[in-house]
């Protein structure tokens, strides 16, 4: 059984990793994926948790999977959105570089 510490310095560096690339990239697919990054690394953190309290035998506490599930959702509607207006600004622009999205700002 591996430790919670351990579990959760891991995500604790995922989620790092995550904002690190979000804020130094300047390429849309990667910061995309940086985003997608820190959300594994919370998930990772709910699933860790809800193993630490686990609730009995007769009722079993279940929110952190129910967490994820919805962190899962909520990431692939980020996608869906997020590639739209990639493509959309790849073709409206020939780059996937975020300073060029003027067109989306008033």
């Given amino acids: 059984m591996i430790p ?15 904002v690190i690339g979000v ?9 995309l994926m940086s985003v997608e ?6 998930n990772l953190a709910f699933i860790a948790f809800n193993r630490l309290w686990p609730g009995t035998d007769a009722t079993p506490v ?3 999977q129910v967490f994820v599930l ?3 959702t909520v ?9 739209g207006i990639l493509l959309a600004l790849f073709r409206n622009r020939d780059s996937a570089d975020p300073e060029e999205a ?5």
């Fill in 102 to 106: 003027s067109l989306l700002k008033w």
């Fill in 23 to 31: 804020l130094v990239r300047r390429n849309l697919i990667v910061m």
């Fill in 37 to 42: 990054l820190m959300l594994n690394a919370a």
């Fill in 62 to 64: 279940l929110d952190g």
């Fill in 75 to 83: 990431a692939a509607a980020e996608v869906a959105v997020g590639m």
């Fill in 4 to 18: 919670l510490d351990h579990v959760i310095g891991l995500s604790a560096v995922l989620f790092s990793l995550g």
């Fill in 70 to 72: 919805l962190v899962i």
